[in-house]
């Protein structure tokens, strides 16, 4: 008996934790980069052609560091978190996604970028819609995963569905309803929107509550949404005077989550997209499959197919 919890032993401490937080490189660095009215907090790393990775709401940046860790292989990484989370400036306004589109371009221009692949999440693909629509000479490729866009293809159905009461959720009270259980109103999305609840680790649960936790942090995540009618204003018009956007666009979705139905979201609104399904995965793709989102993403900026 002794010999085998021996054994037991020996092969736990051998094996990671599966709680353990990603992290990033030891190579990448960080910045605070203040433009726009906000200071942004940046990884940058690798060397390569430039990448940015955008990040959505319940989570940070942090979510993109066994993609960025993978793409800086032979990329320039560059993964900013939005104004008002994680470690970036809470301002008091800023949070339609043109403007949040502005401190992307501002981040780039720092780091004297000209032009990018996109790849982002949730909130991210509305800031990178607005970034790609604004610049198109500025986005190489464009990868967008499991979030609708404000007022692109079937916008007024999908908010529609009930899943998605936090869309309207917000304003004073919420934020004092809220305030000291953030931990608890954020473990909702988490546990709702996966395939597999306990893939998003009790370690990265604890990691993303205290980061919105921090003062402005919940009323700068109820602005982003508070915003989307405004956005949805924004991209109509775009689309109007621009048309639809003409870069290589692969839309993925969780196979749990919105699966195929991203690729007709983005048909709607750009006319070179390619469709991708990530398997047993939710909405939280970083953390249900991670290797099939890298491989996938990997692909399509080598290939644009």
Same mark, same amino acid.
């Given at each position: 008996?002794?010999?085998? *919890?021996?054994?037991?032993?020996?092969?736990?401490?051998?094996?990671?934790?599966?709680?353990?937080?990603?992290?990033?490189?030891?190579?990448?660095?960080?910045?605070?980069?203040?433009?726009?009215?906000?200071?942004?907090?940046?990884?940058?790393?690798?060397?390569?052609?430039?990448?940015?990775?955008?990040?959505?709401?319940?989570?940070?940046?942090?979510?993109?560091?066994?993609?960025?860790?993978?793409?800086?292989?032979?990329?320039?990484?560059?993964?900013?978190?939005?104004?008002?989370?994680?470690?970036?400036?809470?301002?008091?306004?800023?949070?339609?996604?043109?403007?949040?589109?502005?401190?992307?371009?501002?981040?780039?221009?720092?780091?004297?970028?000209?032009?990018?692949?996109?790849?982002?999440?949730?909130?991210?693909?509305?800031?990178?819609?607005?970034?790609?629509?604004?610049?198109?000479?500025?986005?190489?490729?464009?990868?967008?995963?499991?979030?609708?866009?404000?007022?692109?293809?079937?916008?007024?159905?999908?908010?529609?569905?009930?899943?998605?009461?936090?869309?309207?959720?917000?304003?004073?009270?919420?934020?004092?309803?809220?305030?000291?259980?953030?931990?608890?109103?954020?473990?909702?999305?988490?546990?709702?929107?996966?395939?597999?609840?306990?893939?998003?680790?009790?370690?990265?649960?604890?990691?993303?509550?205290?980061?919105?936790?921090?003062?402005?942090?919940?009323?700068?995540?109820?602005?982003?949404?508070?915003?989307?009618?405004?956005?949805? *204003?924004?991209?109509?018009?775009?689309?109007?005077?621009?048309?639809?956007?003409?870069?290589?666009?692969?839309?993925?979705?969780?196979?749990?989550?919105?699966?195929?139905?991203?690729?007709?979201?983005?048909?709607?609104?750009?006319?070179?997209?390619?469709?991708?399904?990530?398997?047993?995965?939710?909405?939280?793709?970083?953390?249900?499959?991670?290797?099939?989102? *890298?491989?996938?993403?990997?692909?399509?900026?080598?290939?644009?197919?």
């Amino acid at each position: 008996m002794l010999k085998l *919890i021996a054994a037991l032993a020996a092969i736990l401490s051998a094996t990671p934790s599966l709680a353990e937080m990603p992290d990033f490189p030891a190579s990448f660095k960080t910045q605070e980069m203040t433009t726009n009215g906000a200071t942004i907090h940046v990884r940058v790393g690798g060397s390569g052609p430039a990448v940015v990775l955008l990040h959505g709401y319940g989570e940070t940046g942090d979510m993109w560091a066994p993609m960025a860790a993978d793409l800086a292989r032979d990329h320039t990484v560059v993964v900013p978190d939005l104004r008002g989370l994680g470690l970036s400036s809470k301002p008091e306004g800023g949070f339609d996604k043109i403007t949040q589109a502005e401190d992307v371009a501002g981040v780039l221009d720092a780091l004297k970028i000209a032009h990018a692949d996109l790849v982002t999440h949730d909130i991210g693909n509305m800031v990178g819609f607005a970034f790609a629509a604004q610049h198109p000479d500025r986005v190489t490729r464009f990868v967008l995963i499991d979030a609708p866009v404000p007022g692109v293809g079937p916008w007024e159905e999908v908010l529609k569905n009930p899943l998605l009461w936090h869309f309207r959720f917000g304003g004073p009270d919420m934020e004092r309803l809220v305030a000291g259980r953030e931990r608890i109103y954020l473990d909702r999305f988490w546990n709702e929107f996966s395939a597999t609840p306990d893939r998003f680790t009790e370690e990265s649960r604890e990691h993303y509550a205290k980061l919105y936790a921090l003062p402005g942090a919940m009323h700068s995540g109820f602005a982003q949404f508070a915003a989307f009618d405004q956005d949805a *204003i924004d991209n109509k018009a775009i689309l109007a005077a621009k048309g639809k956007l003409t870069m290589p666009v692969l839309a993925i979705g969780g196979e749990k989550s919105f699966g195929p139905m991203m690729a007709t979201v983005m048909r709607s609104a750009a006319i070179n997209v390619a469709e991708g399904v990530i398997p047993d995965s939710g909405h939280w793709i970083m953390e249900e499959n991670p290797s099939a989102t *890298i491989t996938m993403v990997r692909s399509f900026l080598e290939t644009g197919h």
